[in-house]
């Protein structure tokens, strides 16, 4: 079958102002991780062939990398859920969120899971509308893809685990401070568009056009390497004006938890973008020369 080669942004570096840092329980609980997916009876035979090598107990360490065993363990199993929503339905594994929300609203405020749950209800709907866009070969326009992919990516929901991990306490005044959501808004974009470049090829192969790529493509009328520029050229932008927003921060009396959140931010940007090379979700087993040298095959 033929193939296209194409060159992928160097993503890492599009973080260098941000620290990489990591778990120490990571290994315990990749272990513990596993063991829950496997005996919780949500994931079918093909999930589980999949789940060593999507490191997500590697993802929620170098995104949390300072919260206790218990927390991080949560967070991980989260991540398993929060994958297999995105690739089957996120109606499913209802048992298993239950599970987790039990222990998620004992040590989180009411505002919290207020947050959280209309996070989780707008994923959902956004996730409904993909599979119909999908379905019936629609691309979105630039605009509307952005602010549906704030929502179909579920990085709400991850952002919303840092408060937490960390066991942190965020008012409702302070969460929607301008600059606080400027952060948060930009944050989302970052990971949601770094995972839209990484996981092309994966996406092109499964007939998945819910990816920046493609709607730059059709929005700009781009060849898919000038889409590919592109894409990572909104990125390294977005990244920009979060650390821009971060400076104007700085200045901001707020309390010390938002600044740890705002920490959570950076570690979620930075881990997520050192994850994309590590599992094998996106590239298989080519992560590491893909880091080096960028480039993908895709079947024509």
Request: hydrophobic content about 45%; some cysteine; glycine content about 4%.
């Amino acid at each position: 079958m033929p193939t296209t080669n194409l060159q992928l942004p160097h993503l890492l570096s599009f973080c260098k102002a941000f620290e990489l840092r990591t778990s120490r329980y990571c290994r315990d609980v990749n272990v513990a991780s596993k063991k829950w997916a496997l005996q919780s009876g949500f994931i079918d035979e093909d999930e589980r062939r999949r789940i060593p090598g999507l490191q997500l107990a590697l993802l929620a360490s170098l995104s949390n990398p300072t919260c206790d065993m218990a927390q991080l363990l949560l967070v991980t199993q989260f991540l398993i859920l929060h994958v297999h929503w995105i690739d089957k339905t996120p109606e499913s594994g209802d048992a298993a969120f239950n599970e987790i929300w039990s222990k998620l609203v004992r040590t989180t405020t009411t505002s919290w899971h207020a947050r959280f749950q209309h996070h989780l209800s707008a994923f959902r709907s956004a996730r409904a509308l993909v599979v119909v866009d999908n379905e019936h070969a629609v691309v979105p326009d630039l605009e509307s893809y952005v602010a549906l992919r704030q929502d179909s990516a579920g990085v709400k929901m991850l952002f919303d685990l840092i408060e937490y991990a960390e066991g942190l306490r965020i008012p409702d005044k302070e969460y929607s401070l301008p600059v606080l959501r400027q952060l948060r808004h930009g944050a989302c974009n970052i990971v949601a568009w770094l995972t839209d470049i990484a996981s092309f090829a994966y996406k092109h192969a499964r007939g998945d056009s819910h990816n920046l790529v493609v709607v730059l493509m059709a929005e700009r009328r781009l060849p898919m390497q000038s889409a590919m520029h592109a894409a990572g050229t909104l990125v390294k932008e977005t990244v920009d004006t979060f650390l821009a927003n971060e400076r104007l921060l700085s200045a901001e009396p707020v309390s010390a938890d938002v600044r740890r959140y705002v920490q959570g931010l950076r570690d979620w940007i930075v881990g997520t973008t050192h994850w994309l090379y590590e599992t094998n979700r996106f590239f298989g087993d080519n992560g590491d020369d893909v880091r080096d040298l960028g480039w993908v095959f895709l079947s024509s």
